[in-house]
């Protein structure tokens, strides 16, 4: 039988097809999406509208310098796997250069599976979790269901009330976050909680060099521009959390919890920043 920590592992590396592969990508999020010019887009783009960037192959021309020519936005983004999941599998490989007549509707799709996938990647990592162990049947068979209705067709994708859908995962995912906060202050604390954030708190530039935020409730926390140098995370809940321009620098984030790649991306950090596995060190904070 494998132990939890091989469950763990396995549940980790089974989040490969949720990252984003571009080479597998018919340039969904550079057409389907809109975005304005700001500090994030140099331009204005329509939804539906393919950026002036994009080339004949679905790859972006100018990828290697998107920081420096004022799309950092790009560079903070990721699908969850549903560009190649939407091109691939429910467009069967069928563009929307060559099949126009579906490019509309595949547009619609995209942004549904792109939800979809993002629930399947937080449920992946919440069935890792031991403290949230009686929740994983209940998180198993919502994956499963959620992954039905991703590989469904383009008709009953659109017809799919996602936010009803959302709300019942988001249920078990706040479950899951409490069990998980409180092992952690159990674990590091001897059960004493510390300052109390909540939800959707709005930390934008705070202080918080060197904090002690084991266990914290930062879900939905606005921490634009916020000092975490040093700061250690292990166990904070950070679904949804705000880190643009936050620094990192040096913090530990190896056991925090609802973690993505586009967090790190958007965040400040360097090489003594500790990671959870399986994540990628963004190249710009080597700059």
């Excluded at 089974?14 to 999406?33: I, N, P, T, W, Y």
């Excluded at 998107?66 to 429910?90: E, H, N, P």
């Excluded at 949230?132 to 198993?140: E, K, N, T, V």
């Amino acid at each position: 039988m494998a132990t939890h920590q091989e469950h763990i592992q396995s549940n980790n590396n089974s989040r490969g097809h949720l990252q984003g592969d571009c080479e597998s990508c018919f340039g969904l999020c550079c057409v389907a999406l809109p975005f304005a010019a700001s500090s994030d887009f140099a331009i204005n783009k329509d939804a539906g509208k393919p950026c002036s960037n994009l080339q004949a192959d679905f790859r972006c021309g100018v990828h290697t310098k998107l920081r420096d020519i004022g799309f950092r936005g790009c560079t903070v983004y990721d699908c969850f796997g549903a560009g190649q999941k939407v091109s691939q599998v429910t467009y069967g490989g069928q563009d929307w250069r060559k099949e126009p007549g579906s490019a509309k509707q595949m547009y619609e799709v995209f942004p549904i599976v792109w939800q979809l996938h993002e629930l399947l990647w937080y449920m992946t990592e919440a069935l890792t979790k031991e403290a949230a162990q009686s929740l994983h049947p209940a998180l198993q068979e919502a994956l499963e269901e959620t992954q039905r209705l991703a590989d469904q067709s383009p008709e009953a994708i659109l017809k799919l009330d996602v936010a009803l859908h959302r709300a019942k995962v988001n249920e078990l995912l706040l479950r899951t976050s409490e069990l998980v906060r409180k092992d952690a202050v159990a674990k590091y604390k001897g059960g004493k909680q510390g300052k109390s954030y909540g939800r959707g708190a709005d930390l934008i530039g705070a202080k918080l060099k060197g904090a002690d935020l084991r266990g914290a409730q930062l879900r939905g926390a606005y921490l634009i521009a916020a000092d975490l140098r040093g700061a250690d995370l292990r166990g904070a809940d950070l679904i949804g959390a705000d880190f643009r321009d936050s620094d990192v620098s040096g913090a530990n984030l190896t056991e925090t919890l609802f973690l993505t790649q586009v967090q790190l991306n958007a965040a400040k950090g360097d090489a003594s920043t500790k990671l959870p596995p399986s994540f990628t060190r963004p190249s710009h904070w080597a700059k």
